[in-house]
């Protein structure tokens, strides 16, 4: 039988990466197409789905976007921060793929406060543009040496990219 560790506080530093695609696209051309390759359910509608495992997979791809990924929330920073002065449209998304999540929470639990992953779609000041910045699943998932880790969460990068890119081309 084990000891059980009471009291322990343990730090790990790691360093994010954050990447900024700018678009010449506006602020809603993107959003439209990040809606068109984006399914959409609530995170209780997932934890909420019964049956077998395989019942489940077949369940989750309903809710999938031809991305591979699902909107969990949407945040309208832009509501709230004009009421400071500032007139910017900005929403947050919060999305994810929870068959794509257990790829990486199988090697690694902690990789569950980075899945679902998230998007910040930002208006430029001119109002004519945009912006999509995210950060690199990767880089705040794998903080030790776990290759298995790595992999599957540069699979998530790969697919995160491609999705942004995609709704930010002009």
Not at 13 to 40: K, P
Not at 112 to 133: K, M, R, Y
Request: proline share 3%; with cysteine; hydrophobic share 45%.
């Amino acid at each position: 039988m084990s000891a059980i560790i009471v009291n322990k506080r343990e730090e790990v530093a790691f360093s994010g990466r954050r990447i900024r695609h700018y678009s010449r696209l506006s602020f809603d051309e993107v959003l439209a197409r990040l809606h068109a390759r984006v399914g959409e359910a609530t995170p209780d509608k997932v934890v909420g789905l019964t049956g077998t495992r395989e019942e489940f997979e077949q369940k989750i791809q309903r809710y999938l976007g031809d991305s591979g990924f699902m909107l969990f929330s949407q945040i309208d920073h832009g509501r709230w921060i004009e009421k400071y002065g500032i007139k910017r449209r900005l929403l947050r998304w919060i999305f994810g793929n929870p068959l794509i999540a257990i790829t990486m929470l199988r090697h690694d639990y902690t990789a569950g406060l980075f899945v679902p992953i998230e998007l910040l779609l930002a208006e430029s000041d001119d109002g004519a543009s945009c912006n999509v910045t995210y950060v690199v699943p990767s880089s705040l998932i794998v903080v030790d040496a776990n290759p298995q880790l790595l992999a599957a969460a540069q699979a998530l990068d790969a697919k995160a990219e491609a999705l942004v890119a995609s709704a930010v081309a002009a």
